[in-house]
């Protein structure tokens, strides 16, 4: 939905207003200085030739120019001042009331609305509206009070003009037209192909992104990765270039114009006074002032055109920004069922006739899945790269609804939940780890300090074997991960942010367990003491665990084998290994591999 610029003007200043009261009455304050001081230029040099050509007094001169100096002189302070605090509040205004509200909306929003590609260019163009002072919000700061002061001195001036020579109002007027159309030309080719540039924007936000990280940093020093960078690098940033040479000539053009045009101005408008003061129609005080008022109309009328260009321009941010605030969710987010309670655990889960596709895919990725799984129930998910087990993860975690069917859990379709207490129902560990620059306590509890439970902090890590780790640290589970927030935070290896995750999981103590290739990056051990302590983990809990190393299902009360989004096998390892199917033929390779390990023969003490 686009909005109008008025609509958009009263959005933003009842935004600003309430977050900062004091802008409503200082922003008034410099609008009503920025209106008078030119007032003042234009007036004081007239006042002066009017004193001298009435044969004023030395006192009198002294006294009445002193005065309007001074007062000219309070007035610049003013504005000055004024100009000062509240380009500062604007800049506090965008970074605490939009931006802050911005990346709480994309924490917040269904995930349907963050992760496809047309939703990604949805919020690269919202992140621009606010990226710095001179567009979309704050440029819509900036520019509003301007449009206003230029248009009550436009008004002021037009009067004072018309009651002269109402000519050299319709000349300038057409000029300012003529100027305003080349402005609007500009802009709409700047809305039309926003598209067309913001990709851009994004692939180079992605690019520098991936060049400062410090995970990427030791790929790019042994792969010698920065000449190939740094040659996408110049190919996007020439091609961001090339479309902001096209959108900035068309924006240069109005002023061109506006230049030229102001020198047609001088030449008309000052031949007419001159010509009406040689005849004696007017004096020369009146001639000393409309020469004054004339430059000032054309500067109000510009200015207005300027302003009103510019707030145009902003106006398209601000609709940017506010299509992202306002994209609709597309889970129940309210009405919904009663979640399942403690007495109703563990916790039944049913795939029927599940099929899903992503946004804009071409294929289903999931295809009329039928599934089963009983409370307390430990299933292993395994199969090839690409089968859709993570997809699976993500449905039943409610980041997705399936495109068709339903996942039932306690007897409820999950679109039955409201989605917020539903995830509630979900302890999940991804495949893609990813630990914040915290406190261990923090990243484990995810939540603030005042809401952290440390015995149970403590249980977890213990659970999830980093309790050692954890406290030979000299602050225990208040020690920071990595330097980026406190310079004594310390590095973790892959297998301890892994346990981790696991400690977060379990802190969470949801009735569903997930857990997505969770000991990949595992020693043996540490694996193997997983394995030993799973039914610990689980206990009343229904889970799902995720693995490609095998040895890792047998300890899973079911198997599922996955195959291009269907269960192809589903039983025990027994039952599965006399099927002699896919998940035997995988689990003979991999025991293989190991056994060939261990001396070339057959070893069973170390077979998988
Ligand atoms: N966000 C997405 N948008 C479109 N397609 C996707 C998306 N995520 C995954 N896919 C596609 O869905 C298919 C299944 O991916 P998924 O990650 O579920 O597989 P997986 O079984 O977990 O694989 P792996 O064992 O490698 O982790 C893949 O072909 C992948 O390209």
Redesign the pocket.
Known sequence: MKYSLFKNMVYVYRRVFNFNKKLRFQIPLEMLSEILIPIMATVIPAIAVGLITDKASIQEFLLVMGGVTVLNAILLYLKQYLFTVIDMENTLARIQEFFFENSKKLMKTDYPNV???DKQILIQKAINSFSTNWVGIEFMMKSTPKFFVNIVGLITYGAMISSLNYIIIIILILMAVLNFILASYARNYDEKHKEDYVKYDRKIDYLYKNSTSLINGKDARIYKMETWFYNVFQQLIKKRVTWNKRVEYRYFLPSLSDNILLFIRDIVAYSMLISMVLDKEISVFTFTLFVGVIAGFSSWLNESVTAYSNLKRANMGVNDYRAYEEISEVFNHANGCEVPKPSDFPLTIEFKDVSFR????ERD??SNLNLKINGGSKIALV????????????LLSGLYYPTEGKILVNGKSIKDYDIEEYYKLIGVVF?DVEVLAFTIAKNVAACEESMIDYSRINKCLELAGLKDKVDSLKDKEKTYITQSLNKDGILLSGGQMQRMMLARALYKNAPIIIL??PTSALDPIAESELYEKYNELTEDKTSLF?S?RLASTKFCTRILF?EN?KVAEDGTHEELMNMNGKYAQMFEIQSHYYKEEVGGEENEEFAL
């Open positions: 992760e496809p590609q992503y946004p804009g895919a990725t999931i199969g090839n790269n690409g089968a859709g087990k993570t997809t699976l993860v993500k495949q997505d290739e995720i490609h996955f989004g």
